[in-house]
């Protein structure tokens, strides 16, 4: 006796019953808390509104419990101008001894944009440089630590290897200055989680609370002041690092301590002047912490883990992707064992398996059209 075949209308029919062949993977919780995945404002209720900024994103967070009293589009990804140069530092002080001596190069001396005029002929501490990418946001200084880390590429994949120890996963850093260049991001939750570990660190510390320093010159040694205008006129500024480039905008990551407590604010994308404004931020910050419920938290590190192959890739522009969980396998666990079957079927004809995946694949580049927007 003959099988006999089953319709295709008949079995579209007892799929449509059982449910989707391919379940949807299930939803990756939003890192630091769900509220943050607003790009609209996040703030506790039963307190004053946080006063308003010109800035396309921005975080407040306690550095001391972690704690984020307010954001705004916190995972919302931009360029981060010089503020990236909080992560060069907090990368390589760990590596680089401070009295090393360094010579730098001419494509370090030729940097282009702000720059705290090295010399070729001229030799300086790692110190001095550490300084100089702090104080007055010297892009020279920048590529000549890289120099002094192994170079350009060396550098970039430790500063990506960091962003991931950190969970600072909206970053990647494609230059150790923060020059514009396609492919690299930050946002304001992970600005505010590079400053509190840059803040735990005595060296990181020290050089971001400098108000001016003497810098080495071919001939004795000339002045450099810092850029953050905060460190002196607002009370209890510790730092940390502000920056512009005409595509990224304004950008700022700052924390002030007053009776034991640090406030951490982040900016992004500020289109003006916004030192008044991070004030008034901060100042709120000082006002409401303790006082509210939090709308999400700042993460803490993951252990520390060897540069992969992985990592590194992140520091040249043609490197594919870091790759996702892998999907089938959770959306094998999402599934019932009537689906299974039914699923099963359809790939044996052929025709069904295809559909889903033309389906999902249409899921994924929307999702990823989505992010490149933010």
Do not use: C
């Given at each position: 006796?003959?099988?006999?075949?089953?319709?295709?209308?008949?079995?579209?029919?007892?799929?449509?019953?059982?449910?989707?062949?391919?379940?949807?993977?299930?939803?990756?919780?939003?890192?630091?808390?769900?509220?943050l995945a607003s790009k609209g404002l996040v703030a506790p209720a039963g307190v004053k509104a946080p006063p308003k900024t010109?800035?396309?994103?921005?975080?407040?967070?306690?550095?001391?419990?972690?704690?984020?009293?307010?954001?705004?589009?916190?995972?919302?990804?931009?360029?981060?101008?010089?503020?990236?140069?909080?992560?060069?530092?907090?990368?390589?002080?760990?590596?680089?001894?401070?009295?090393?001596?360094?010579?730098?190069?001419?494509?370090?001396?030729?940097?282009?944009?702000?720059?705290?005029?090295?010399?070729?002929?001229?030799?300086?501490?790692?110190?001095?440089?550490?300084?100089?990418?702090?104080?007055?946001?010297?892009?020279?200084?920048?590529?000549?630590?890289?120099?002094?880390?192994?170079?350009?590429?060396?550098?970039?994949?430790?500063?990506?290897?960091?962003?991931?120890?950190?969970?600072?996963?909206?970053?990647?850093?494609?230059?150790?200055?923060?020059?514009?260049?396609?492919?690299?991001?930050?946002?304001?939750?992970?600005?505010?989680?590079?400053?509190?570990?840059?803040?735990?660190?005595?060296?990181?510390?020290?050089?971001?609370?400098?108000?001016?320093?003497?810098?080495?010159?071919?001939?004795?040694?000339?002045?450099?002041?810092?850029?953050?205008k905060l460190l002196w006129r607002y009370k209890g500024m510790v730092g940390v690092k502000n920056g512009w480039t005409s595509?990224?905008?304004?950008?700022?990551?700052?924390?002030?301590?007053?009776?034991?407590?640090?406030?951490?604010?982040?900016?992004?994308?500020?289109?003006?002047?916004?030192?008044?404004?991070?004030?008034?931020?901060?100042?709120?910050?000082?006002?409401?912490?303790?006082?509210?419920?939090?709308?999400?938290?700042?993460?803490?590190?993951?252990?520390?883990?060897?540069?992969?192959?992985?990592?590194?890739?992140?520091?040249?522009?043609?490197?594919?992707?870091?790759?996702?969980?892998?999907?089938?396998?959770?959306?094998?666990?999402?599934?019932?064992?009537?689906?299974?079957?039914?699923?099963?079927?359809?790939?044996?004809?052929?025709?069904?398996?295809?559909?889903?995946?033309?389906?999902?694949?249409?899921?994924?580049?929307?999702?990823?059209?989505?992010?490149?927007?933010?």
């Amino acid at each position: 006796m003959g099988m006999k075949l089953v319709p295709v209308a008949a079995l579209l029919a007892a799929v449509a019953l059982a449910g989707p062949a391919f379940a949807e993977p299930p939803a990756v919780p939003v890192l630091g808390g769900d509220q943050l995945a607003s790009k609209g404002l996040v703030a506790p209720a039963g307190v004053k509104a946080p006063p308003k900024t010109k800035a396309t994103s921005f975080v407040i967070a306690d550095a001391g419990t972690g704690q984020v009293l307010a954001a705004k589009n916190a995972h919302g990804r931009f360029l981060p101008a010089s503020t990236l140069k909080a992560l060069t530092a907090l990368s390589l002080i760990p590596k680089l001894d401070k009295n090393l001596k360094v010579r730098p190069s001419r494509t370090a001396v030729n940097q282009e944009g702000s720059a705290v005029g090295l010399s070729v002929k001229t030799t300086y501490k790692v110190d001095d440089l550490f300084k100089a990418l702090m104080l007055t946001s010297g892009n020279d200084a920048a590529m000549a630590l890289a120099e002094a880390n192994g170079g350009l590429a060396t550098t970039l994949a430790d500063m990506n290897a960091e962003a991931k120890r950190l969970q600072a996963n909206d970053t990647v850093a494609k230059t150790p200055s923060g020059l514009d260049k396609p492919g690299q991001s930050s946002s304001a939750y992970d600005l505010a989680l590079i400053a509190r570990a840059g803040l735990a660190n005595p060296e990181f510390r020290r050089y971001v609370s400098l108000k001016s320093s003497r810098f080495p010159a071919p001939k004795g040694y000339y002045e450099i002041g810092n850029h953050n205008k905060l460190l002196w006129r607002y009370k209890g500024m510790v730092g940390v690092k502000n920056g512009w480039t005409s595509k990224a905008l304004g950008s700022f990551v700052g924390a002030a301590t007053r009776d034991g407590h640090t406030i951490i604010v982040a900016i992004m994308r500020h289109e003006g002047y916004f030192w008044e404004e991070v004030e008034d931020l901060l100042n709120w910050g000082f006002a409401t912490r303790g006082k509210a419920t939090p709308v999400g938290r700042l993460v803490d590190p993951l252990p520390a883990q060897p540069v992969t192959a992985e990592v590194a890739a992140t520091a040249t522009p043609s490197a594919a992707p870091p790759r996702s969980a892998p999907v089938l396998d959770a959306a094998a666990a999402a599934q019932t064992g009537t689906s299974r079957a039914v699923g099963s079927a359809v790939v044996g004809v052929g025709l069904l398996g295809g559909l889903g995946w033309l389906l999902y694949g249409i899921r994924r580049r929307r999702a990823r059209r989505q992010a490149l927007d933010q």
